[in-house]
């Protein structure tokens, strides 16, 4: 399998049970990424996973308990820095690609550190941009098999 990037949606499912079913595929999925050591995070979605989990998931990531889910999550996932440059190139590709500012932030850090998928939600299934794959593991018709 390639290097996977991780978006902060897998992160978040993982711990909630009002979704049960989008939180069993991502057990699922990142279970699958840590037995085969191919899950990447960039800083960023830690940073996003830190402000949304316990005011969307309070009972599950209590806002006290948020450092040791990041410490957690950080010991468990190779995790990829936020540049200066990758900031300047997920500005290029807002005004290139009409892309959110945060969801070009992820694909600029997958793009330069060579992460050839980004596994979300957020994005357009299938799409490539500049070498970079969108693959939804949440869409009816994925197939983790397909990209390991």
Known sequence: ??????????LIYLYDQ???AKQAQARFV????????????SIQSLSEFANIAPKKLPLFVP???????????AGTWRVHQVTPAIVAEASRA????????????????????????VFSEDFQDGQILEGVRFVNPFAENFELEKWM
Request: hydrophobic share 45%; aromatic share 8%.
């Open 18 to 20: 009002n979704e049960p």
């Open 94 to 117: 807002v005004a290139e690609y009409k892309l959110p500012f945060y969801d070009a932030q992820i694909w600029a850090c997958a793009k330069f550190n060579e992460i050839p998928l």
């Open 1 to 10: 399998m390639h290097p996977v990037m991780i978006d902060t949606n897998l």
């Open 63 to 73: 806002i006290a308990a948020v450092g040791e889910h990041v410490r957690m999550l």
């Open 30 to 41: 990142l279970g699958k990424l840590r037995e085969a050591g191919d899950g990447r995070l």
